[in-house]
């Protein structure tokens, strides 16, 4: 999709995984809620958050006390923060691959979890092959086939994206997110009129909001109209906390002065 894909993939994981606690296991009956071992779990994704390598270090070492399912997630999590995202992302898929009799949802989570850990590393293929096996086990998750829509523009298939994005528009058309996706892959498809039409109604339901601000600014770019282009980057700079968005919004800025000083 856009050149923020995989910054917002990043974003993704390291908000949704790193910052995951002991909730994540219990619902989804990795542990018993309350148990010694939940709580061991919740410390050890709480080191995840803040310390990943002692995190890394703990979680090692309380598997080989036994620890199992919860201490391999939390070494897994810790490698995430440590941008480990390859050695995180077999772990995970290793972990999703085991059998889970009656718990799809867990298993779907995890293979979900692995796939955009590959994203990130860069391989997209291997993660939409997750995510495919994530949805035949929860066909009707929206995370997993947006999640799988971004795997697809990896790979340059934005049509299948646009397949995807679709159903979830289906069927939940007020999710921002999505909306603000497929007017990225629209872009791409160079199907400007309807890329226009999916940020307006994003930022409609969440004005101001930088990704879809960011999306506005490519999509004016493309029309020609760079003072409006500009407009929109400017303000993600002004809103937004110095990291990855913010250096999308200054490359793009870059980009239009030094073709206007060509």
């Known amino acids: 999709m856009a050149n923020s894909t995989k910054r917002m993939m990043g974003l993704l994981i390291l908000a949704g995984l790193i910052a995951a606690d002991a909730s994540f296991a219990q619902r989804n009956q990795i542990l018993t809620p309350k148990s010694q071992q939940a709580r061991e779990y919740a410390?050890?994704?709480?080191?995840?958050?803040s310390t990943p390598k002692v995190a890394h270090d703990s979680a090692l070492a309380w598997r080989q006390k036994g620890g199992g399912e919860a201490a391999i997630h939390c070494i897994a999590v810790s490698l995430l923060g440590m941008s480990q995202y390859s050695q995180a992302a077999r772990m995970l898929e290793e972990l999703a691959d085991q059998p889970k009799p009656g718990r799809p949802k867990l298993q779907a989570g995890l293979?979900?979890?692995a796939a955009n850990a590959w994203t990130i590393a860069g391989r997209p293929q291997t993660a939409a092959k997750l995510l495919t096996k994530a949805i035949k086990l929860q066909p009707d998750?929206?995370?997993l086939l947006i999640d799988r829509?971004?795997?697809?523009?990896?790979?340059?298939?934005?049509?299948?994206?646009?397949?995807d994005l679709n159903a979830v528009l289906d069927k939940a058309p007020d999710n921002a997110d999505a909306l603000i996706f497929r007017a990225s892959a629209w872009r791409k498809v160079g199907t400007l009129d309807l890329a226009e039409q999916d940020v307006i109604a994003a930022l409609a339901l969440k004005p101001n909001d930088p990704d879809g601000l960011l999306e506005r600014g490519l999509i004016r770019k493309a029309q020609g109209e760079i003072a409006a282009a500009r407009k929109d980057w400017l303000k993600v700079l002004e809103i937004s906390v110095q990291g990855p968005l913010t250096d999308a919004a200054r490359r793009n800025l870059e980009s239009i002065d030094v073709k206007k000083q060509q």
Do not use: F, T, V
Not at 43 to 49: E, N
Not at 149 to 163: M, Q, R
């Open 141 to 143: 998750n929206q995370d």
């Open 149 to 163: 829509s971004i795997a697809h523009a990896g790979l340059g298939k934005y049509w299948e994206a646009l397949d």
């Open 111 to 113: 293979y979900g979890q």
């Open 43 to 49: 410390a050890c994704m709480a080191l995840a958050r």
